[in-house]
Antibody
Framework: QVQLVESGGGVVQPGRSLRLSCAAS????????MHWVRQAPGKGLEWVAI????????YSPDSVKGRFTISRDNSKNTLYLQMNSLRAEDTAVYYC???????????????????WGQGTLVTVSS | DIQMTQSPSTLSASVGDRVTITCRAS??????LAWYQQKPGKAPKLLIY???SLESGVPSRFSGSGSGTEFTLTISSLQPDDFATYYC????????FGQGTKVEIK
């Protein structure tokens, strides 16, 4: 069965960096675009980044652009999120999520997210 | 960015009730809308995609409708397991979510 397991969260000071990982199993990882989505405590969901199935294309919203970098290693079935220059407002549970269909057509946005990990909490605080 | 607005923010209902949640988009998104259920401390679960298609394994008491800018999620007969927060998500452009609707016990 499909499993996504995040790790790497923790408490970090403002301005510092953190790298999250998401280990995937139970499906052909290299066929699916992948996403990171975050949820601040008691708040709603915010999409953070997408990466194409082969890792060649990436996109993220302005709120994290230039600070967060999504990447993947298909040989290890693992997705990453490198977070730099962290701010208090980045405090959230971070989820990795799989595209609903394989071989996402880049720029179409025509996929929702069918499997999610359990999330990893990132707390940015001095 | 396309803004998604859900109503109500909180809904009090009893087991067996018919429940309807509304989601409005700030511009037309055709039928590119999904609904998720989230329980406390858990990840969201996909219920409905493309506005009205039921995800595999999701009970048939859940249904979705709408197109353009107005959408609804209906639970035909609320069950104890359905008390949760529900989010809509548009995927016509970079993904955005509604603010959530909490369905609580009346």
């Amino acid at each position: 069965q499909v499993q996504l397991v995040e790790s790497g969260g923790g408490v970090v000071q403002p301005g510092r960096s953190l790298r999250l990982s998401c280990a995937a199993s139970g499906f052909t990882f290299s066929s699916y675009a992948m996403h990171w989505v975050r949820q601040a405590p008691g708040k709603g969901l915010e999409w953070v980044a997408i990466i194409s199935n082969d890792g060649s294309k990436k996109y993220s919203p302005d709120s994290v652009k230039g600070r967060f970098t999504i990447s993947r290693d298909n040989s290890k079935n693992t997705l990453y999120l490198q977070m730099n220059s962290l701010r208090a407002e980045d405090t959230a549970v971070y989820y990795c999520a799989r595209d609903h269909r394989p071989f996402y057509v880049w720029g179409s946005y025509r996929n929702c997210f069918d499997y999610w990990g359990q999330g990893t909490l990132v707390t940015v605080s001095s | 960015d396309i803004q998604m607005t859900q109503s109500p923010s909180t809904l009090s209902a009893s087991v067996g009730d018919r429940v309807t949640i509304t989601c409005r988009a700030s511009q037309s998104i055709s039928s590119w809308l999904a609904w998720y259920q989230q329980k406390p401390g858990k990840a969201p679960k996909l219920l409905i995609y493309k506005a009205s298609s039921l995800e595999s394994g999701v009970p048939s008491r859940f249904s979705g409708s709408g197109s353009g800018t107005e959408f609804t999620l209906t639970i035909s007969s609320l069950q104890p397991d359905d008390f949760a927060t529900y989010y809509c998500q548009q995927y016509n452009s970079p993904w955005t979510f509604g603010q959530g609707t909490k369905v609580e016990i009346k």
